[in-house]
């Protein structure tokens, strides 16, 4: 076999692979949007039906044959070429795919997906107890699992480095801390400052809501062609397959501000996948995946703060918006630049305003990483989130709904996932404020409803690159500069400068 077939053979193989995941990842967003409550027990045999036939397609010794055929050839010899990119990371895949035993990989799908839904009655009642078996549970496979991968530091790194290749906990410390530094500095800062005029109280009708973030999402870029927006219990997006992207929200009639940011957040990521999943050649490929959990929520990130909290987004979209809810007439874009901008220290990680989102995520990675070196047991969980939110946040949740039974990602047994939310702050600044130096008039099109060109920016610096580069070298092949956390402390602080007048 020579090394065009061997690797036309990846190709195929990695084709037919995604086309089965595609069927998997509709499963789970059906579970999530419209499976009816009976139904959970059976989705969960499905799932792990298709997560195994999945694991054994990921091991096939074929796989390593038609790797080590491709290594040292021709198709590999430049490094940054799409082909030897594909090869490098088939590798890595696959290198990590036969250290986990197809029983825990299935257990772990089956976990996740009663987790899920476990997690939702939880929520719902505000009952951890009922929960916690199955937190119990993914907790000690999520263990297993770093086990059979294997780590040089410690476990928890085995299982960040499956959303965020290359970090380990001690090398995510140092930026959480610098984050959380800054934004104690800030919020001492604006403390005695007086507060943004807040928005006019609702109600406002689900109706309007639904219409208005439509609205934004086709104006952001999103093709309805290729895009759906549903309701579940906890925002999120997926890409299905080539041109499939779904993106959910959760509605309050009170705030019609989180479901815009929901909204605007999850476009970020469809059209990340959508940029790099074009259907064509890459499909099935690295080179047609995302680079990382942190890059995707670079993404999102980046349209929901840098670009929807700025003040040329509001001075194109506040008509749209009074449109739709007549109350913000007679508001300016000031205002509503200043009322989505204020510092507000709140206890759910979703709502949280952009300066002090990074706190929400030094509480989980602590918390979690505890759980993972055993040094906190399931059962402690809801005091200790509460004392480290007195540390942190400087407030406890009054009850556990709003602490740790607020977020999906553990029951979904995504343990190392938090951290990729900050780093993809991180990379969202440095991404554009390169973004803004490469196109002088950037603010000029946004406030002109035209957000092409930023858009056509990311799609050839960040979505096209798939999986050509790590994390960190794409951000820095993308601006000229290795990623820091100075960028994103540098917009916070001109954000709290324009707002409070400091």
């Known amino acids: 076999m020579t090394a065009r077939q061997a ?15 595609a069927a998997l990842g509709l499963l789970s967003w059906d579970q999530q949007v419209m499976l009816p409550a009976a139904a959970h027990p059976g989705r969960a045999a499905q799932i792990g039906a298709l997560t195994a036939i999945l694991h054994r397609r990921a091991t096939d010794p074929r796989v390593g044959d ?12 430049e490094p940054g070429s799409p082909e030897a990119a ?32 476990a997690w939702e009655l939880a929520r719902k009642d505000n009952d951890f107890k009922a929960f916690s078996p199955h937190l119990q549970e993914l907790l000690e496979l999520s263990r297993r699992k770093a086990e059979a991968i294997g780590y040089a530091g410690e476990a928890y790194d085995a299982l960040l480095d499956g959303y965020e290749p290359g970090e380990t906990a001690a090398s995510l410390a140092p930026i959480l801390a610098e984050l959380r530094d800054a934004t104690k500095a800030l919020l001492t800062a604006v403390k005695d400052a007086p507060a943004p005029k807040p928005l006019p109280a609702g109600p406002y009708p689900l109706t309007a809501q639904q219409a208005f973030v439509t609205d934004i999402t ?25 041109d499939d992207a779904r993106i959910t929200v959760r509605y309050d009639e009170a705030d019609w501000t989180k479901a815009l940011f929901g909204a605007v957040h999850e476009t970020g990521h469809a059209l990340y996948s959508l940029g790099h999943d074009t259907g064509d ?34 001075e194109h979209v506040l008509p749209l918006a009074a449109a739709r809810f007549p109350e913000l007439a007679a508001r300016t874009p000031e205002e509503l630049f200043a009322a989505v901008g204020a510092i507000r220290p709140g206890l759910i990680r979703v709502d949280a305003d952009e300066t002090t ?15 993972v070196r055993g040094d906190l047991a399931v059962a402690d969980l809801p005091g200790a989130w509460n004392e480290k939110s007195r540390e942190i946040l400087g407030l406890a949740a009054p009850r556990d709904a709003e602490g740790c039974l607020q977020d999906v990602h553990w029951s979904m047994g995504a343990f190392g996932y938090f951290p990729t939310y ?4 991180v990379y969202a600044a440095c991404l554009f404020e390169a973004a803004r130096a490469a196109l002088p008039d950037l603010d000029t099109a946004m406030a002109g409803g035209d957000f092409r060109p930023l858009l056509a920016w990311l799609r050839a610096n960040i979505h096209e690159k798939g999986r050509l580069l790590r994390p960190r070298d794409l951000i820095t092949a ?5 990623p820091t956390a100075g960028p994103l402390i540098r917009h916070l602080q001109a954000k709290a400068q324009a707002v409070y007048g400091l």
């Open 66 to 77: 038609w790797l080590a055929a491709c290594e040292g050839s021709e198709l590999a010899r």
């Open 422 to 425: 900050s780093l993809g702050n």
């Open 281 to 314: 050649a890459r499909h099935g490929t690295p080179m047609g995946e995302f680079a990382s959990l942190g890059v995707h929520e670079s993404q999102s990130r980046l349209w929901e703060n840098q670009v929807a909290r700025s003040l040329p987004f509001w």
């Open 86 to 117: 594909n090869i490098r990371e088939w590798r890595r895949d696959f290198d990590l795919a036969v250290k986990i035993p197809e029983d825990l990989a299935v257990a772990l799908a089956r976990a996740a997906s009663a987790g899920q839904r």
């Open 478 to 482: 993308a601006t000229g500069k290795a």
């Open 357 to 371: 989102y990074n706190p929400h995520i030094v509480l989980r990675f602590e918390l979690e990483l505890a759980l």
């Open 7 to 21: 690797y036309d053979s990846l190709v195929a193989h990695g084709r037919e692979s995604a086309d089965i995941g």
């Open 218 to 242: 086709r104006l952001l870029g999103l093709p309805p062609e290729a895009s759906r927006l549903d309701v579940s219990a906890h925002p999120f997006s997926t890409l299905i397959g080539p």
